[in-house]
């Protein structure tokens, strides 16, 4: 019983977070109702968006990427596990904490491996192995497969998209910056 109540806030929680989203958008986060489904089908999760960077070509954009890690990350060295700026690709594990979570918040954050393809004026993020992590320290963690699994996707979205988003801003500026 408990649980279900922990389900139904979830999803309310997520329907009022996306309120404002069109639903004909393509950056939209799933609904309640398709997380609920998911998790009832078993359906891994996956995370794929594609974001238009028009001024930048691919090695460009792995090359700023790269930087962006360096820059917001402590060790650029053992976060980034794969940097190839020729084919356009760029593969690294992230701890991102959600900054909104409260003490009694169950999901503080998530930890992730991402790949970023990049092609001449775009790049698509790509999501995989992600845990959740449910402690302030970082020291639990749950598979988003596990039981915790209705608590970590909704955060993992939304702290995806907001990482999504930072990197498209730093992106368009990078060129701008670059050429001072």
């Known amino acids: ?3 279900n109540l922990i389900v139904s806030a979830l999803m309310l ?3 009022l977070a996306w309120a404002e989203c069109d639903p004909d958008e393509e950056e939209c986060p799933p ?3 398709e997380i609920e489904a998911a ?3 078993k359906i891994p999760f996956e995370f794929i968006k594609v974001r238009q960077v028009t001024s930048l070509k691919k090695t460009e954009i792995i090359s700023y990427i790269a930087v962006y890690i360096a820059e917001n990350y402590v060790s650029p060295k053992t ?5 190839d700026p020729t084919n356009g690709r760029i593969v690294f594990q992230v701890r991102i904490w959600d900054e909104s979570a409260g003490i009694f918040t169950n999901i503080k954050g998530i930890d992730a491996t991402l790949s970023i393809d990049a ?3 775009r790049f ?3 999501a995989t192995a992600v845990d959740g992590i449910r402690s302030a320290n970082g020291v639990f963690t749950a598979s988003i497969n596990s039981e915790h699994g209705p608590d970590i996707k909704p955060v993992a979205y939304k ?5 999504l988003n930072k990197l498209e801003v730093y992106l368009n500026k990078a060129k701008k910056d670059a050429d001072w």
């Open 159 to 163: 702290l995806l998209g907001q990482l």
């Open 79 to 83: 976060v980034i596990q794969l940097n």
């Open 124 to 126: 698509r993020l790509k």
């Open 1 to 3: 019983m408990f649980r």
């Open 119 to 121: 092609k001449d004026g």
């Open 39 to 41: 998790i009832k089908a």
């Open 13 to 15: 929680f997520t329907a």
């Open 31 to 33: 609904t309640a109702a």
